[in-house]
């Protein structure tokens, strides 16, 4: 089955670290551009970063709210990409998804997300 | 706030046609780049709903559509279902920006 499925979500204080993991299945990983996507309680979707896949580069893209602060990486002998985020700040508390556009890579800009996790909550609160 | 405005909300009769706009600028929307559309049911993963600005993938009934003009992008929702209520979001690309993806501030579509 094609899937993706985050976890690692939880509560934590400010200025501390957290890791979330989305683990795929049923595609090739290894060739997917993978992005992280966030929704604080209430409010809209926001776009947080992406990696290219290591054929295409490997390279990162962050939002300006999290450069410097988020780091994001894949396993691809995991099949699973991470988003280390430190430094966490309240306003960082979010619903936490990640995402890929699978069939639709490459053909737009941006790129489609077809493909969604569940998603993982992040409570950032002292 | 998002480089990307919808109206916060819209609502319709069932069977009706309600349009959702997403107003961009030069260094997004009319620069040429593609906007995509989302439906979020509530307390669920968005589900991509248009592509490239009018296509549809598939399983997405034909009621959903979408087009583009100038700096604006629009979905229209025609035959007006209890099901369609949810929020939407679109997405473009604006080069002006950190890692250049960006989402629009999202609408709330009710049915009445």
């Known amino acids: 089955e094609v899937q993706l499925v985050e976890s690692g979500g939880g509560l934590v204080k400010p200025g501390g670290s957290l890791r979330l993991s989305c683990a795929a299945s049923?595609?090739?990983?290894?060739?997917?551009?993978m992005t992280w996507v966030r929704q604080a309680p209430g409010k809209g979707l926001e776009w947080v970063g992406r990696?290219?896949?290591?054929?295409?580069?490997?390279?990162?893209d962050y939002a300006a709210p999290v450069k410097g602060r988020f780091t994001i990486s894949t396993d691809d002998s995991k099949t699973t990409l991470y988003l280390q985020m430190n430094s966490l700040k309240t306003e960082d508390t979010a619903v936490y998804y990640c995402?890929?556009?699978?069939?639709?890579?490459?053909?737009?800009?941006?790129?489609?997300?077809?493909?969604w996790g569940q998603g993982t909550l992040v409570t950032v609160s002292s | 706030q998002s480089v990307l405005t919808q109206p916060p909300s819209v609502s319709g009769a069932p069977g009706q046609r309600v349009t959702i706009s997403c107003t961009g600028s030069?260094?997004?929307?009319?620069?040429?780049?593609?906007v995509h559309w989302y439906q979020q049911l509530p307390g669920a993963a968005p589900k991509l709903l248009i592509y490239?600005?009018?296509n549809r993938p598939s399983g997405v009934p034909d009621r959903f559509s979408g087009s583009k003009s100038g700096t604006s992008a629009s979905l229209a929702i025609t035959g007006l279902q209890a099901e369609d209520e949810a929020d939407y979001y679109c997405?473009?690309?604006?080069?002006?920006?950190?890692?250049?993806?960006?989402f629009g501030t999202g609408t709330k579509v009710t049915v009445l």
């Open positions: 995402t890929t556009p699978l069939a639709y890579s490459g053909t737009y800009t941006p790129d489609p997300f077809y493909l």
């Open positions: 049923g595609f090739t990983f290894s060739s997917a551009w």
């Open positions: 990696i290219k896949s290591k054929f295409d580069g490997g390279t990162t």
């Open positions: 030069s260094s997004n929307v009319g620069a040429g780049y593609d």
């Open positions: 490239a600005n009018s």
């Open positions: 997405q473009s690309y604006d080069s002006s920006l950190s890692g250049s993806n960006v």
